[in-house]
């Protein structure tokens, strides 16, 4: 080993980190020179944050609260409040391996048991709050969980949710009332233990044995578009190291203030309120909200100063219903990602700001794998590059062959990247599937052009035929949003006599719109003039769009409505 040569592996996750820094707005640079540190024992949360967090007093978590309330936890804070937790649950019975669910709003708890569970080689199983009791039997059951930790106001969901699991309740003022128990030490419910006891436990805390790499770190459900939730298998590198990607797609520098609008429970709070921001040493900044309110939100990213925002495009969308021009300071970074961005919102945000949102991709399976990041040329439509590290395909959907310009968007397993699952956690067969001839398959179809900018066409069970050609309803949606009537739309196809199938778009109707042959008119019209005949949308109806618990729109729901033709219809008359 020669001098230069990293020693642990925390400088070869520094020296990984800091060479994507260096090529921030080099694409090409960066996919050269970077490689992924594989380390065999590596733990974020002691390898990297606490080593981050030594005497450090700069911001790692601001927390502000609808009502104004605010709360700022330095790095050196959040390292002694998670030890002083993880010290706690150890305590309480959690060994290393044990799986626990973990469902928490956006409270700096949250945080601290993460990194806490890391520190212990704990499991986490994410849930958001939004669940039920028979889901939360699920992932108790198929998650194998031993210990819970949950909101007080939410300990009530778990009274008929069987098994033997500690049960660990935050904030626990009123949480009696909550559970119709009477309380107990601490302030808990009756037969759960109060969170707050942790922070009497000692700051110093020592691990009790090494964290291999390739140990699991998390257990994600996934949101179930399909089918049954599949449970993705995590390790203590597929994401802390995995997003090292992630950073560099958003273009995360040190110091940045980062704000991330995601719901806890889902993967990608871990990718962009988690892991890639703390991964550049960045602020995470969050605004609690309980309903969305656009200038609200703008004037809290004027207070906090933040400089590089993500949303999804249903967010993005609602913002660009208020006046984007009264804010002063905009963003330097500004992404997008959960489902492909329509033209026309990027297109309204370059007017407003002079900013471009950069669209990446990537799955709870995975980091992000394709994007556009800082200082490469944006192509319209494309949702950019494979990100360093990641080695993407596109498999000929009859042959089966690498390389094609259009086809399933695929990683490379002979370069595996390490921002990869483990596979799917108790489900050989569907991960063998997943993984089957040497390339991890995302479901997802995308072209790709002469200079390897990807296009995404659409999952490959939601393009369908019309008239013998093939339809991408994300298109087809885009072109839709653009007429000034429709706020949301998904298109599927209906049984058509002539065609077999024709385009039918489901549609939710902009504010001063109402349902009729009027409105459905007018947006065939729209259609007409900007989509080929064959793309053109056949018939539409106006509904609410059915959408997973995180908030993706369940296509197939509405494949099966319109397969039965049940709703009230308007079929173009032309």
Not at 126 to 136: E, K, Q, Y
Not at 431 to 459: K, L
Not at 560 to 570: K, S
């Amino acid at each position: 080993m020669t001098a230069t040569e990293p020693t642990s592996p925390t400088d070869a996750f520094r020296a990984a980190r800091d060479t994507l820094l260096r090529h921030r707005t080099d694409y090409e640079g960066a996919r050269a020179a970077f490689s992924w540190p594989r380390p065999e024992h590596f733990n974020w949360a002691l390898d990297w944050f606490d080593a981050v967090a030594e005497d450090n007093d700069r911001t790692a978590l601001h927390i502000v609260e609808e009502d104004g309330r605010s709360a700022r936890h330095s790095f050196a804070e959040m390292r002694d409040r998670s030890a002083q937790v993880a010290n706690w649950l150890r305590a309480q019975g959690v060994s290393p391996g044990h799986r626990i669910v973990l469902m928490l709003g956006n409270q700096v708890e949250l945080w601290e048991t993460l990194l806490a569970c890391m520190k212990l080689r704990a499991v986490v199983i994410p849930a958001t709050p939004l669940l039920g009791p028979a889901d939360l039997a699920d992932r108790i059951d198929r998650g194998e969980a031993r210990h819970v930790i949950v909101r007080a106001e939410d300990t009530g969901k778990f009274a008929t949710v069987e098994g033997d699991y500690t049960r660990i309740a935050v904030g626990t003022e009123g949480a009696a009332d909550t559970a119709g128990a009477p309380g107990e030490a601490g302030g808990a419910p009756g037969g759960w233990l109060a969170y707050e006891d942790a922070y009497g436990a000692s700051a110093a805390f020592e691990p009790d044995g090494p964290t291999r790499a390739d140990d699991t770190l998390l257990l994600y459900f996934t949101s179930g578009t399909t089918a049954q939730p599949k449970l993705v298998e995590h390790t203590h590198v597929s994401y802390p190291v995995g997003h090292l990607a992630t950073m560099y797609w958003i273009g995360l520098r040190p110091g940045d203030v980062h704000l991330n609008i995601s719901s806890p429970g889902w993967a990608k709070h871990a990718w962009s309120n988690v892991f890639a921001p703390w991964n550049a040493e960045a602020t995470i900044f969050i605004y609690n909200y309980a309903r969305f309110d656009a200038d609200r939100l703008l004037a809290e990213i004027e207070q906090a100063g933040v400089t590089s925002f993500c949303a999804p495009p249903t967010v993005w969308r609602m913002l660009i219903q208020a006046d984007l021009t009264k804010l002063a300071a905009v963003p330097r970074e500004v992404v997008a990602a959960g489902e492909p961005l329509n033209p026309e919102v990027i297109e309204h945000v370059r007017r407003a700001w002079d900013r471009t949102i950069r669209d990446g991709f990537g799955q709870t399976e995975t980091a992000v794998q394709v994007a556009n990041s800082p200082g490469q040329q944006l192509k319209p439509g494309s949702m950019g590059r494979a990100m360093p590290g990641f080695d993407v395909t596109l498999l000929d959907p009859v042959t089966g062959e690498a390389g094609a310009d259009e086809g399933e968007i695929c990683l490379d397993l002979s370069t595996r990247p390490v921002g990869l699952m483990t596979g799917y956690h108790g489900d050989g067969e569907r991960t063998d599937e997943a993984m089957a001839g040497g390339y991890y398959r995302t479901g997802d179809i995308g072209s790709r052009d002469e200079d390897g900018y990807i296009t995404y066409v659409g999952r490959s069970d939601d393009v369908f035929k019309a008239s013998d050609y093939k339809i991408s309803p994300f298109e087809l949606e885009s072109a839709l949003l653009e007429h000034e009537a429709v706020a949301e739309a998904a298109v599927v196809p209906s049984p058509d006599e002539l065609r077999l199938a024709v385009p039918k778009a489901y549609v939710v109707l902009a504010e001063g719109w109402r349902p009729g042959r009027g409105t459905a008119e007018a947006i065939f019209a729209h259609s007409r003039e900007t989509l080929a005949p064959y793309k053109r949308v056949r018939v539409i109806e106006f509904a609410e769009l059915p959408k997973t618990i995180s908030g993706k729109i369940r296509r197939v729901e509405l494949r099966a409505h319109a397969a039965q033709g049940a709703g009230e219809e308007f079929r173009e008359e032309k």
